[in-house]
């Protein structure tokens, strides 16, 4: 059996990484690379728009197999962040400044190209330096790889001369898919024009695979012999994206749903170069709250930054776990579920003992890199503390800070570093999100009745230590108490009633938190605030009368 495939168990996790971890196991398995060569792992950015989730999310998923692949054979892995700055600026994005000037410059490769925000040597490397920045941020462990240095400094020499070599192969791959008019020019070459500096899409009139040169004319009808070497050309981005499989050895890259055909098409011309197209993942793409596809260059869906400004990047690191073959909604109504879910995860590892399974199926372990720490979850959920900024009207963490540490003396920041990051986070998210769209409904007649049973049970409580359990079985018992058929029914009411929304906590742990007289009041002040629904149908028909 070959040296790397010596410690993968039979059974693996169920987790999707280690799926992936298997089979980027076998294609270095049929490579037959050395035991101590590291596989490499590549994503690709194209920085013609601002870096965007999505790119995170690509990255984050891949640094995720190369944790599972270690872990599956004890074998070194890289990760390769790979920008495609030498692509062309087809056109100009809506979200950056000064177009009139890019516009200018279309045709262009980017990293040839004025920074548009002017802190840049180009567009490119303003690009690039925000893509790294936030990964950076993150922690990841990645090497930064520029499209532009790797052609000019003769990385991709070998590899181009090769593609010339199979030239006419390659072509007959692409011919077929595109229409007539491009089918008719097609090369896989993209000569860069010397004078006006445009990447340029046109025929070759003649491949010079022993010299490395192709001869081509442009519109104005002048001639020219342009080696493929040293920056001077670049490739189409199917045959691009193949020659660099080829060219570097590239062994695991995952893609989006829109590239299913794009990356058959690949890993043909890779076959042809005399390559193995490496193994990958194939996600489903981000969908904005329209239900249409985030893009780089619209803007549309969540930045990092915007994420982050309302959970901490825990949450945005589950978000990107959960299920990457499904279509998933990426707005800001989905980052308190994920917040949650990250807690709930971190709770349930430190259930679990370290040589279970299990723990390595856990969303936290791979969002922590295997080391998982006492820090990292919190004793109150993130849904918990946006619903008492809710009813407190937190206009600043100080506000949560009082309930909590009534609620846990021992509550503070320093000893509860998470639930210190959530707070902050529940301020914000609370004032952009929750107080706008909160809508108080008034209470039917059975309903209010059950609404005041239940303030007098617990003014009984007030002066007497109470646990949430305690609380929350008293709810179930008026619940049951006032026939309520379904007691979601009577939780709902709760919610819409006292907290104006569908949803809400655990309400033993919430009047535990907010406090027992400071329920009272809230259930009276809605009391009073809505009349019974029976009451305001009964004055709407005798205004109609």
Request: with cysteine; hydrophobic share 40%.
């Amino acid at each position: 059996m070959p040296e790397q495939n010596r410690n993968v168990p039979n059974s693996l996790p169920k987790a999707w990484p280690f799926d992936e971890a298997r089979k980027l196991a076998a294609h270095v398995e049929k490579k037959g690379a050395p035991a101590d060569a590291p596989a490499l792992l590549e994503t690709g950015y194209g920085p013609s728009g601002l870096p965007h989730i999505g790119t995170f999310g690509e990255v984050a998923r891949t640094s995720w197999v190369r944790q599972a692949y270690t872990r599956l054979t004890g074998r070194p892995t890289r990760l390769l962040a790979f920008s495609d700055d030498m692509d062309a600026l087809r056109k100009v994005p809506d979200n950056v400044p000064n177009g009139d000037m890019l516009r200018g410059h279309l045709g262009k490769p980017l990293s040839r190209i004025p920074d548009p925000f002017g802190t840049h040597e180009s567009f490119a490397a303003h690009n690039n330096a925000r893509l790294r920045a936030f990964l950076d941020g993150f922690g990841f462990a990645y090497e930064f790889a520029s499209s532009t240095d790797y052609y000019t400094g003769g990385r991709f020499d070998a590899a181009l001369r090769r593609v010339l070599e199979v030239h006419d192969e390659i072509v007959a791959v692409i011919a077929p898919t595109l229409g007539p008019d491009r089918r008719a020019t097609y090369s896989p070459v993209l000569p860069i024009h010397p004078r006006t500096g445009h990447v340029m899409q046109v025929r070759m009139d003649a491949i010079d695979a022993a010299a490395g040169t192709v001869r081509w004319t442009d519109d104005a009808g002048e001639t020219f012999e342009t080696p493929v070497t040293g920056g001077h050309a670049k490739m189409q981005w199917k045959a691009d994206w193949a020659m660099r499989w080829y060219a570097l050895g590239v062994d695991y890259e995952m893609s989006g749903k829109d590239l299913i055909d794009s990356v058959k098409l690949s890993g043909r011309i890779c076959r042809i170069l005399g390559g193995e197209p490496p193994a990958g993942l194939t996600y489903e793409l981000f969908l904005d709250e329209n239900g249409q596809k985030i893009s780089k260059s619209k803007g549309n869906g969540i930045s990092v930054e915007e994420w982050l400004r309302y959970a901490p990047p825990e949450s945005l690191g589950q978000y990107m776990f959960n299920a990457p073959q499904r279509a998933k909604r990426l707005f800001f109504d989905v980052i308190p579920k994920a917040a949650d879910e990250y807690l709930a995860n971190v709770a349930r590892a430190g259930e679990t003992p370290a040589d279970d399974a299990a723990l390595l199926a856990n969303p936290a372990w791979f969002i922590h890199g295997g080391a998982i720490g006492a820090d990292d979850g919190s004793p109150l959920s993130f849904g918990m503390l946006l619903n008492l900024a809710s009813v407190a009207n937190a206009e600043t963490a100080d506000v949560l800070w009082k309930f909590i540490r009534r609620y846990d003396a021992a509550a503070s920041p320093e000893t509860c570093p998470m639930l210190a990051r959530l707070v902050e986070h529940a301020v914000v998210y609370y004032a952009d999100f929750v107080r706008p769209a909160k809508t108080y409904r008034a209470p039917a007649p059975h309903e209010r009745t059950a609404l005041a049973d239940l303030a007098e049970s617990l003014r009984g409580l007030e002066d007497a230590p109470t646990d949430p359990d305690t609380l929350q079985n008293l709810v179930f018992e008026i619940g049951k108490r006032h026939g309520f058929a379904a007691l979601r029914d009577w939780f709902g009411c709760l919610y819409e009633v006292l907290l104006g929304q569908k949803e809400g906590p655990r309400f033993g742990i919430f009047t535990g938190l907010y406090g027992v007289s400071e329920t009272v009041a809230l259930i009276e002040t809605a009391l009073i605030r809505a009349p019974a629904a029976d009451a305001v149908a009964d004055a709407s028909d005798d205004a109609a009368g």
